[in-house]
């Protein structure tokens, strides 16, 4: 079994109209939200600039697999998405991970703290990114191994 990679990871959860973003400290230790970027022609941009900020070793992106593991039309335009941020960071890893129910997760946990569904919309996102990231670390941590696939490798 190898050791945990330590460093920053970022988290994006990919939407048609927001992308959540999360980052992990270095040793891996608790996923927190960052942002929320609209998603238009400026989203790419702005992941970079928060790159920037964190100095991650990789960025973990949300892939939306149905509940059989098999993609759906998210699962292309979040490959899509991923594509672009490899192209604009190509020294950092981008790493595609299982995303499937953590926006269910996230509007659970969110519910259960007293947020309605409409209040938490700018923040359901940066909360799934978590959900996700928290799972990719932990995964790496008890395993050894990277979760998920690099953008590459697919």
């Given at each position: 079994m190898?050791e ?7 988290g ?8 959540g973003v999360?980052?992990?400290d ?7 939200p960052?942002?929320?970027v609209?998603r238009?022609?400026g ?5 970079v ?14 892939l ?5 593991g098999?993609?759906t039309p998210?699962t292309a335009d979040a490959r899509e998405?991923?594509?672009?941020i490899a ?6 890893g981008?790493?595609l991970v299982?995303e499937r129910?953590s926006t269910?997760?996230a ?18 996102d940066q909360?799934a990114?978590?959900?996700f990231?928290?799972h990719?670390v932990d ?7 990277a ?8």
């Amino acid at each position: 079994m190898s050791e945990f990679r330590r460093g920053v990871r970022l988290g994006v959860d990919v939407g048609r109209a927001r992308i959540g973003v999360a980052r992990s400290d270095a040793d891996g230790m608790l996923a927190v939200p960052v942002e929320t970027v609209a998603r238009n022609d400026g989203s790419i941009a702005r992941i970079v600039e928060i790159a920037g900020e964190y100095s991650p070793i990789e960025i973990v992106v949300g892939l939306p697999l149905n509940m059989r593991g098999d993609d759906t039309p998210s699962t292309a335009d979040a490959r899509e998405f991923a594509a672009l941020i490899a192209a604009a960071l190509p020294e950092t890893g981008v790493r595609l991970v299982d995303e499937r129910l953590s926006t269910v997760s996230a509007h659970t946990a969110l519910r259960q703290s007293g947020r309605s569904q409409k209040g938490s919309r700018g923040i359901v996102d940066q909360i799934a990114a978590v959900v996700f990231l928290q799972h990719a670390v932990d995964t790496e941590k008890s395993t050894g191994r990277a979760p998920g696939a690099l953008l590459d490798e697919e």
